[in-house]
């Protein structure tokens, strides 16, 4: 198993390490409950360096990202992140990532960990076809720090370590400044749901900046969290994991990702997408409550009168509502708020019922969460 | 912070005790090292009252934020009780899981199959073995 630049510190922390697509990370510290509650009520430090980290530069970089992802990021300004979607001739969904504009012609993406380098040889092998003019790909991963500091607490405490004012960063925009004499690119994002930050710098300064925000953090409330609590905390937030919402199999308009996918623009995928589209989906994800004792699980099936008709995606227990929560691909029309589902959880069948998404969103917030990404 | 492994009782391999209640029942729990594993414990799935379950046969499920988990019968026979109070607070298992974080209670079909299991000692020699 690979590992970041922090494990030497997961296993001072106590962290229970688990394989995590071929990378050696902690699950959880303490436990999975305490770390999530103290995100959503402190903050909670995650690593991040897993994922993956590529530039894009040279003038053709612009109208090249316009090829691979299904955004139009004609709009995006330096200093601006994106959420878009690469997807395959087919329009299945080859990774969900992050756009980061640092000047007209060089962009950074933030893939996951797991698709990294599938992601790599398909943007090599579109940039390969040529038509772009130059531009330079380069995997810059192993030598990128990333950790994610999340929660109520976040601008508080790295706020202590940056010299520029935090306040005014906007949700889905990012600042180049310096943390501890390093270069360091911050932005206002995350996984969790909560206001919070994603933190990047050089990788073999990652572990004085974990040092230092956890021991500045200390007096807010700040630990360390794991991937458990990462998973609870995306999933109450009604947001997306790969490899189990997302796969080449998924298309944009399955998951509501049409709002990121403009068929207006020539994209790998666009013309294969507008088919399915003018056709319409036989499956749409659906957020849903257990309304039965039991707990949804990935993988279990979903019924309705009697019939087997979807399949659980994620599902977990909800350290915040208390009660069972989960995401599943139902018929379009089963994906409704209102609609009562059977969950089979091994030999019982629970009911649950479709809820609108997300099934957590936070009280204080500076701007509107799914209006900006 | 490891509570102490009680003596009265029998251990199996899986991290579930049984203590013979000397009327042919046993009661029917899962360690302290096994809850430990766990973590926060957020569901159980009790069996039926008046199920009979084999040896090492499935009797209840465990489940905590991330895992789910097996609880096998230390001894085969008809569960005759099951602790109801886990529906409203499985966190007692992580609380008490000597006392009563119990799950259930099992008539036993043959009272032999308790030589089978380990004594405290043995567990404990197991599980410092398994954390080598």
């Known amino acids: 198993m690979k590992k970041t630049p922090l494990y030497e510190r997961h296993i001072a922390l106590g962290g229970r390490i688990i394989d995590f697509g071929g990378w050696a990370m902690p699950v959880q510290y303490d436990t999975v409950m305490a770390e999530h509650e103290r995100t959503r009520q402190a903050a909670g430090l995650f690593d991040t360096c897993h994922m993956g980290e590529v530039e894009i530069r040279g003038e053709g970089a612009f109208s090249f990202l316009q090829r691979v992802l299904t955004r139009d990021l004609a709009d995006q300004r330096p200093g601006q992140m994106r959420l878009s979607l690469m997807t395959n001739e087919r329009g299945g969904i080859l990774d969900d990532l992050t756009v980061y504009m640092l000047s007209g012609d060089r962009y950074l993406i933030v893939t996951n960990a797991a698709t990294k380098d599938k992601d790599l040889q398909w943007l090599l092998k579109i940039r390969d076809e040529g038509g772009f003019g130059d531009v330079v790909i380069e995997d810059v991963t192993a030598t990128t720090g990333k950790v994610d500091l999340q929660g109520p607490k976040a601008e508080e405490i790295l706020q202590v370590l940056v010299p520029h004012y935090l306040h005014t960063l906007k949700f889905y925009h990012f600042l180049e400044t310096t943390i501890l004499g390093m270069p360091a690119l911050v932005s206002r994002s995350g996984y969790t749901g909560e206001d919070g930050f994603e933190i990047y710098v050089p990788a073999e300064g990652i572990g004085r900046v974990w040092d230092r925000l956890l021991q500045v953090g200390g007096d807010y409330g700040l630990k360390a969290a794991g991937l458990g609590a990462r998973d609870t905390l995306r999933l109450e937030a009604g947001l997306m994991l790969y490899g189990n919402e997302l796969d080449e199999d998924v298309i944009p308009f399955e998951v509501v990702y049409g709002w990121i996918t403009n068929l207006e623009k020539d994209f790998v995928g666009r013309d294969a997408l507008r088919r399915r589209y003018e056709k319409g989906v036989e499956r749409k994800l659906a957020g849903f409550i257990c309304r039965g004792r039991g707990i949804a699980r990935k993988g279990h099936g979903v019924m309705k009168d009697g019939r087997e008709v979807g399949v659980v995606t994620s599902g977990t227990y909800s350290p915040t509502l208390g009660k069972a929560i989960g995401l599943a691909f139902v018929p379009p029309g089963l994906a409704v708020s209102g609609t009562v589902l059977d969950i089979v959880v091994r030999q019982n069948v629970i009911p649950a019922q479709v809820v609108d998404l997300p099934f957590y969103r936070r009280k204080r917030q500076y701007y509107f969460f799914n209006l900006f990404i | ?132």
């Open chain 2, 1 to 132: 912070m490891a509570r102490i492994t009680p003596k009265d009782r029998f251990y199996t391999k899986e991290h579930e005790w049984a203590l013979d209640n000397g009327d042919g029942t046993v009661t029917v729990g899962i360690t302290d090292h096994a809850q430990e594993l766990l973590t926060d414990i957020v569901f159980v799935e009790l069996p039926e009252k008046g199920k009979v379950v084999a040896q090492m046969e499935t009797l209840a499920v465990v489940e905590s934020v991330k895992s789910v988990s097996d609880v096998y019968a230390p001894v085969g026979g008809r569960v005759v009780d099951v602790n109801g109070r886990l529906e409203e607070h499985p966190e007692l298992i992580n609380n008490d899981p000597y006392g009563q974080g119990w799950i259930a209670k099992i008539a036993m079909e043959d009272p032999s199959e308790l030589a089978s299991l380990m004594d405290a000692e043995g567990y404990e020699a197991m599980i410092a073995q398994e954390s080598h």
